[in-house]
């Protein structure tokens, strides 16, 4: 498996596919818009081999704020660690270091992401967040 953040490397056409069809968030989502959010956020793929089989995206000023979405893994390719990688991987990204306040919204995964140390914001609803201290918060 590789982990990639070039935006050339990217199938848009198996994100939007995932998008507009599978996900609960997205669904019937245009091509057009996956495209243009593609092209205005840090992304990362999974690949096996040359084949795309997982994304994320986080909206970012790459400074402060970063809000993590439309996060997945192709069915066949869930349950095997590959979550962990991705979400450590878009963590640690050079382009991220220092960002404090990260955001997310999900409907089924809080138990995922509460593993990795984020925390609900909205009592039993869908938002999460990490809150980094800056060093001099320490």
């Given at each position: 498996f590789l982990l990639s953040t070039d935006n050339a490397r990217l199938d848009v056409d198996v994100v939007h596919r995932y998008l507009?069809?599978?996900s609960y968030w997205a669904k019937g989502i245009q091509r057009a818009t996956v495209a243009r959010a593609v092209r205005h956020s840090l992304c990362a793929g999974v690949y096996l081999g040359d084949v795309q089989i997982g994304f994320g995206r986080v909206v970012t000023d790459r400074a402060t704020y970063a809000y993590f979405c439309d996060i997945f893994l192709i069915?066949?390719?869930q349950r095997?660690?590959?979550?962990?990688e991705l979400l450590k991987f878009l963590h640690e990204?050079?382009?991220l270091r220092g960002v404090r306040r990260w955001h997310l919204e999900t409907e089924d995964e809080?138990?995922?992401y509460e593993k990795h140390g984020w925390i609900r914001?909205?009592?039993g609803g869908r938002w999460m967040e990490i809150v980094r201290p800056y060093a001099s918060d320490r």
């Open positions: 507009a069809f599978r069915e066949e390719h095997k660690g590959l979550g962990t990204s050079p382009a809080h138990s995922f914001t909205d009592g």
